[in-house]
T-cell receptor, first 109, second 112 residues
């Protein structure tokens, strides 16, 4: 079983729509959760971090965490073509960050 | 503010040749340092991490090694490259208690 799982996509949404990205993880002891955005050929950049159950909002981005279900998601409101990228879910436990393979998002004008 | 620099950005090496990738962090002290590898179309694989000078933890035995000769310097090396070493190598740092990882620009290695 993979430690961090994401749907590889591609996920395609029209401009202005809400993009929903999902991630599940296997280690119940995981402590911290992150979303990274990676443009093609570039390094990942941090978008959101979330540490406790519930929602966390930052601009057009909302991260949602449900530790009981071992599930974390990222919502992107009013999606823009510039949001087209691969989104990586990362889970932290005991000095070790594990990444999912990423979901490729395409926002069509 | 903190910055991380990684070089070289791109390199093409023959099989069996040595490798040295270097990473430095500025603007912080005693960072946690990491080397990840990303194969084409795949997720990030943790190779090494370090919590202090001379302290290296290895996640993959293979033919790669890492060293931390100074507080903010992290080096990835190999004596003899394999074809399977090709990939996108990423150095990252974190502040111990906050744990967000911040990545360098990456080094794209092609082994021929």
């Amino acid at each position: 079983q993979k430690e961090v799982e994401q749907n590889s996509g591609p996920l395609s949404v029209p401009e202005g729509a809400i993009a929903s990205l999902n991630c599940t993880y296997s280690d119940r002891g995981s402590q911290s959760f992150f979303w990274y955005r990676q443009y093609s050929g570039k390094s990942p950049e941090l978008i959101m971090s979330i540490y406790s159950n519930g929602d966390k909002e930052d601009g057009r981005f909302t991260a949602q965490l449900n530790k009981a279900s071992q599930y974390v998601s990222l919502l992107i409101r009013d999606s823009q073509p510039s949001d087209s990228a691969t989104y990586l879910c990362a889970v932290y436990n005991n000095n070790d960050m594990r990444f999912g393979a990423g979901t490729r998002l395409t926002v069509k004008p | 503010s903190q910055t991380i620099h990684q070089w070289p950005a791109t390199l093409v090496q023959p099989v069996g040749s040595p490798l040295s990738l270097e990473c430095t962090v500025e603007g912080t002290s005693n960072p946690n340092l990491y080397w990840y590898r990303q194969a084409a179309g795949r997720g990030l694989q943790l190779l090494f991490y370090s919590v202090g000078i001379g302290q290296i933890s290895s996640e993959v035995p293979q033919n790669l090694s890492a060293s931390r000769p100074q507080d903010r310097q992290f080096i990835l090396s190999s004596k003899k490259l394999l074809l399977s070493d090709s990939g996108f190598y990423l150095c990252a740092w974190s502040v111990f208690v906050r744990r967000e990882l911040f990545f360098g620009e990456g080094s794209r290695l092609t082994v021929l």
